[in-house]
């Protein structure tokens, strides 16, 4: 299996998340949310405060509704309950998560949560302002550039050390360039092969726990593994009959 690098994860908005688009990445290069200013997200950091929260009877599935004055957002948790089992409505939290898509909802995948003060809150909409500033002007840059007739090569070139080139990708297409992503469509297939497999093996009535899937297909990531499971539930090969179970159809 292919290496990855570890995601950034970039300061952001529920704001900023609910209005992005998510594209899903063939092969095993990881799944983002494009912003409407041209920013890839794949790993996301904000801090807001605890709504809600809720967890299942057989604690296999949890989630915290959080709000940080811009919107609202969910940090779902599939296996690790216990990052947020410390926290309860009202409680201001620094979190870190993947960014993912189910059903045409954006959300988080818990990785990391701290509880914060309330400064931390006032502390992370100056930063977020400040990089906003920073990358608006990136991307006015970009934008003159390709206006200017600058191919995508003389772009990169006029960019380097400001922008990655999967950096500048996102924000061409941002514009409405759209550019082919790599990987394999046969990677995928296998992928989903092995995970059906998975839950028809392990399902005993009522569905196939999240967390043993990922335990059955080892040679696969968690990332790439949480990716398909979702990619089987938004086409109708498979549900949830409940929280944290997985069933095929």
């Known amino acids: 299996m292919p290496q990855q690098s570890r995601q950034v994860a970039k300061l952001t908005t529920a704001q900023e998340l609910n209005t992005g688009r998510y594209f899903e990445q063939e092969g095993f290069d990881p799944n983002y949310l494009l912003t409407p200013d041209g920013r890839r997200l794949s790993r996301a950091r904000l801090v807001a405060t605890v709504v809600e929260s809720f967890q299942n009877e057989d604690e296999t599935y949890g989630s915290l509704t959080l709000d940080d004055g811009t919107d609202t957002i969910q940090v779902k948790f599939f296996n690790e309950l216990d990052l947020m089992e410390d926290f309860e409505e009202g409680d201001i939290v620094e979190v870190v998560g993947k960014v993912r898509e189910y059903q045409g909802e954006i959300y988080l995948n818990g990785e990391i949560l701290k509880e914060q003060p309330v ?7 100056l930063k977020y302002a400040k990089n906003m500033e920073e990358w608006s002007q990136i991307h006015e840059t970009v934008k003159q ?13 006029e960019m380097s050390g400001k922008l990655s080139e999967e950096e500048v990708d996102s924000v061409l297409q941002s514009f409405g360039e759209q550019f082919e992503s790599s990987g394999g469509e046969e ?7 092995e995970v059906l497999e998975a839950v028809e093996d392990l399902d005993t009535g009522d569905g ?3 967390s043993d899937i990922i335990d059955a297909v080892e040679e696969a990531s968690e990332d790439q593994l949480e990716d398909t499971i979702n990619s089987l539930l938004s086409d109708g090969t498979c549900y949830e009959p409940q929280p944290g179970k997985i069933k095929k159809l």
């Not at 550039?145 to 070139?157: C, F, H, M, P, W």
Request: charged share 60%; no cysteine; proline share 0%.
């Open 119 to 125: 400064k931390k809150e006032l502390v992370h909409e």
């Open 145 to 157: 550039l390709k206006e200017a007739g600058k191919s995508r090569e003389d772009i990169e070139k």
């Open 187 to 193: 990677d995928k297939e296998n992928m989903e092969r």
């Open 208 to 210: 196939a726990d999240y």
